[in-house]
């Protein structure tokens, strides 16, 4: 059986990405700072799917320690991880020129870094097995910046500029990398905003997209998949 790891688990895009896998068979490591939120996630994965493995652990992904932590035992538990998916990550809403002193630290730490140490903790392993697939959810922000989200935009470009040397380093060895690039998606981003969930990517389509990418033939790799709402960016 195949295990998957995926961050930003609980919530939007994150949740409805693990679901999907779950759905697929595969055994999942999931984790959030919130252990209520984790552990009610966690039984309802087992209940529902109760022929797999669920592992979870209460997990700061932010935290650089915390998160290599949380990869290595997910290995001990459920052994060779077969996708690691990026899904954690923050949008603040803020020119550079007005975002708080701490801001752009943060945002490293939660949009890119994540990201940057999976692949260095699970690439040699993937590498040697020739064998693995890294998804790493961008933005559109990735590809044309948003004025009023400096440093999300600047660590999304970032991340883009990351998952391209990934491919670029694991290609001749077997193992995909994704990029991912939604557009306005319905998650907790826009929890305090009106907007009608028909003008709006829903995570079940992320999801939806990752696990068709997942499931094409050994020698098939989408290098980026770009998903907007149909009637445009909110």
Same mark, same amino acid.
């Given at each position: 059986?195949?295990?998957?790891?995926?961050?930003?688990?609980?919530?939007?895009?994150?949740?409805?990405?693990?679901?999907?896998?779950?759905?697929?068979?595969?055994?999942?490591?999931?984790?959030?700072?919130?252990?209520?939120?984790?552990?009610?996630?966690?039984?309802?994965?087992?209940?529902?799917?109760?022929?797999?493995?669920?592992?979870?652990?209460?997990?700061?992904?932010?935290?650089?320690?915390?998160?290599?932590?949380?990869?290595?035992?997910?290995?001990?538990?459920?052994?060779?991880?077969? $996708?690691?998916?990026?899904?954690? @990550? !923050?949008?603040?809403?803020? =020119?550079?020129? *007005?975002?708080?002193? #701490?801001?752009? %630290?943060?945002?490293?730490?939660?949009?890119?870094?994540?990201?940057?140490?999976?692949?260095?903790?699970?690439?040699?392993?993937?590498?040697?097995?020739?064998?693995?697939?890294?998804?790493?959810?961008?933005?559109?922000?990735?590809?044309?910046?948003?004025?009023?989200?400096?440093?999300?935009?600047?660590?999304?470009?970032?991340?883009?500029?990351?998952?391209?040397?990934?491919?670029?380093?694991?290609?001749?060895?077997?193992?995909? $990398?994704?990029?991912?690039?939604? @557009? !306005?998606?319905?998650?907790? =981003?826009?929890? *305090?905003?009106?907007? #009608?969930?028909? %003008?709006?990517?829903?995570?079940?389509?992320?999801?939806?997209?990752?696990?068709?990418?997942?499931?094409?033939?050994?020698?098939?790799?989408?290098?980026?998949?770009?998903?907007?709402?149909?009637?445009?960016?909110?």
């Amino acid at each position: 059986m195949k295990n998957a790891l995926i961050t930003g688990s609980t919530k939007g895009m994150g949740r409805s990405i693990t679901i999907s896998f779950a759905n697929e068979g595969l055994n999942v490591a999931i984790c959030s700072r919130n252990e209520q939120e984790l552990l009610k996630f966690k039984a309802e994965l087992q209940t529902t799917y109760p022929d797999i493995k669920v592992f979870a652990k209460v997990t700061d992904g932010s935290n650089k320690a915390q998160l290599l932590q949380f990869a290595a035992a997910a290995e001990q538990e459920l052994g060779f991880i077969d $996708v690691v998916v990026n899904s954690l @990550g !923050s949008f603040v809403p803020a =020119s550079i020129l *007005d975002e708080g002193d #701490d801001v752009f %630290t943060s945002q490293l730490n939660t949009n890119l870094m994540p990201a940057y140490e999976l692949y260095r903790h699970f690439g040699k392993t993937m590498k040697n097995a020739r064998k693995g697939h890294f998804f790493n959810i961008c933005s559109v922000a990735s590809l044309n910046p948003i004025a009023a989200a400096g440093a999300y935009s600047v660590t999304k470009y970032a991340l883009l500029g990351l998952t391209k040397l990934m491919r670029y380093e694991m290609q001749e060895h077997g193992v995909k $990398v994704t990029a991912v690039i939604p @557009g !306005s998606t319905l998650t907790d =981003s826009w929890k *305090d905003a009106v907007v #009608d969930k028909d %003008t709006m990517v829903l995570p079940e389509d992320i999801a939806s997209a990752i696990i068709n990418i997942y499931k094409m033939s050994t020698g098939a790799n989408v290098d980026e998949i770009i998903i907007k709402p149909a009637p445009g960016q909110i």
